[in-house]
Structure formats: C-alpha cells, structure tokens
C-alpha cells in the first residue's frame, strides 16, 4: 500500500471542527476503546502509524494519554520540543508542517497562538490535532464532556457553571455548548471576559454572564474552573491573584448547584486558588476520571481522523 500524497485531511484544530454526529460517533468510541484497555484486549488499528508530538508549552496530561495511547494503539511517537528542535531557531512553521508531515502520519500541537497551528495545519499533509493553544484546547473539552456523559447521561440541556479566567478552556466549554445544546453560566472578574470573536461563537443563545460566581452556580449540572494563570500569561500572576480573590470554587458555590452537581477542573490545579480542597478532593469531584479520560477520547480521535468511522 502506498501513502497517498494529497488524500483529503481533516484536522481537530478547535472544537466546532467537528459536527454533533461526529461528537456522537466519537463518544461511542471512546467508551468502546475504553472497554478495551481495561480488559487489556489488543486494538492495533494504529501499526505502523506515527504520532508527531510537538511542544512548545509544559505537559503531564497531555503527553502522557497521546504516548501512551498511540502505542496502545499500536503506533509509535516522535516528541519535540521548541528548545531540542529547529522550532526553537526560527525555522518557519510553514516548512516545519511540510518536512514533519511527509515523516509522519499525524501531527499533535501545543503552542501559544490559534494562528501558528493553522498556519501548520495548512502546509501539512496529514492531520493535525490540537494540543492546547492560548485560545483552544478541545482535546480537554472532549474528555470533559465523555466524562460528564459517562456519569450523568447527555449533557444536552443542561448547564454548565464556568467559574474564573475567560481563557482557553472557557472558549473551548462555548463551542461546545453551541455545537451540542447546551448552556454555560460564565462567571469571571471584570477584564477577563470571553471575547465572543476570539472564541468564534456563532451567537450569544448558549451562555449566560454572571458578576458574582455563586449565582453562575446556581442549579448548575456541572461546576468547573481553571488556573488563574494559564501557561504564558505568568508575568500577569500577582495581578491576577488579587483580581480573581472571589472566583474560587468552593463549597458555598457548590451547594447551590444541583444536588447532583459534579465538579471538574482540567488540571494541574492550585488548592486555595481556584478551588478549595474540599471541593476538588470532596464527593461530587470527578477530576481523576475526568483527566483518565484524556487517554480514551483522544485514542478514539486519532482512530477517526486516521481510518475515518471505525466499528471495530
Ligand atoms: N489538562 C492538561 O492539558 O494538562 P497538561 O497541561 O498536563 O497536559
Ligand atoms: N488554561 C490552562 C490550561 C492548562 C491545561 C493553560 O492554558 O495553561
């Protein structure tokens, strides 16, 4: 068999690159694949496929479940780093897209601007998926919503509480609420809005704004939060501490939500910041599933955008 050299690519740049029908056909996927790793069941529809994984950002998650699920799938890995490769030196992006995806089957990202991933999607011959940006990360988004639907059933109708920075996971969580039916309670502190441009929503019908945080939580399905300070935003970190004193989930916000009410945060998360322990380690905290899932959903990802719509 020989690669085709222009066969039609889809990449997972942001979550509304996808349809609720893919989103469907993907959870199904994800817990199929899920059953098979817990049943150690060999699925290597992935042999002889390579994984380009490049860093330009710090991880644990994120490099972990895409190793760790390419080989389970029976591919293997090449991982780069701004500072160990030609990134770091200014080659242009465009080239970088060109060389990494004629050596390799699929591209994974982790970068600062929207803009750079695209501009990488558009000069590569295969798919690229993105890892996190300043402005998306819908890999996190998906193992989210997995774990919400695994859980608590659909999350169509019900309503998501988003308490703190109008960053990168916020943007992602409105995507999402548009694309799948359902609403997002934005709280954050005065200047750190979503820009409803920057997060390419269609309209302002799946969310609701919030001053104070605790009204965001108020019969909430679902109450999640984020750092303060994302990865490249650290020189604002004294500044954003003072400003975001009130947005930290904890018990009072949660006893508000629906009694039924589960509580996710990305991670890495910071006790006494955005959430107090006693929310992040207590009953209704799913974020150990939640971070789990990050390996399932994005090994049925790589199975999609690879061999399109699997049964297997
Ligand atoms: N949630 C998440 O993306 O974690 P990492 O930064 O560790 O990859
Ligand atoms: N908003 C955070 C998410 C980390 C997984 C950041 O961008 O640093």
């Not at 859980?151 to 308490?163: D, M």
């Not at 998360?269 to 974020?287: C, K, L, N, T």
């Not at 090994?299 to 399109?308: D, H, N, Q, R, V």
Request: glycine share 6%; hydrophobic share 40%.
């Amino acid at each position: 068999m020989t690669k085709p050299a222009s066969a039609p690519v889809r990449h997972y740049l942001q979550f509304s690159d996808l349809s609720a029908d893919d989103y469907a056909h993907l959870f199904t996927r994800a817990a199929e694949i899920k059953r098979k790793f817990k049943t150690y069941e060999k699925y290597h529809p992935l042999a002889d496929r390579t994984l380009a994984m490049i860093f330009e950002k710090a991880s644990t998650r994120t490099r972990v479940s895409f190793e760790a699920g390419m080989y389970q799938l029976g591919g293997s890995v090449v991982h780069l780093t701004t500072g160990d490769s030609q990134l770091g030196r200014a080659e242009p992006i465009e080239d970088s897209a060109r060389v990494i995806s004629r050596m390799t089957d699929i591209v994974m990202i982790r970068t600062y601007g929207q803009d750079k991933i695209e501009r990488f999607a558009s000069h590569s011959r295969v798919p690229v998926i993105n890892g996190l940006t300043n402005e998306f990360h819908p890999c996190q988004i998906l193992a989210d919503i997995f774990t919400f639907i695994e859980h608590r059933g659909s999350i169509k109708g019900k309503v998501v509480a988003w308490v703190g920075d109008g960053n990168n996971m916020a943007n992602t969580w409105l995507q999402a609420a548009e694309l799948l039916g359902f609403t997002v309670h934005l709280s954050t502190p005065s200047g750190y809005e979503v820009d409803q441009a920057v997060a390419g929503l269609q309209g302002n019908a799946c969310y609701k704004v919030f001053a104070d945080p605790l009204e965001a939580c108020r019969d909430a399905d679902l109450v999640t939060t984020d750092v303060w300070t994302s990865m490249g935003y650290e020189a604002e970190n004294d500044v954003r501490k003072q400003a975001f004193a009130d947005w930290c989930v904890d018990e009072a916000m949660m006893q508000v939500a629906r009694p039924e009410a589960l509580f996710m945060h990305c991670l890495p998360a910071h006790r006494g910041e955005e959430v107090s322990a006693e929310v992040i380690d207590g009953p209704q905290s799913v974020v150990w599933d939640e971070a789990e899932n990050r390996l399932h959903v994005q090994k049925a990802l790589m199975e999609f955008l690879l061999l399109g719509r699997v049964n297997a």
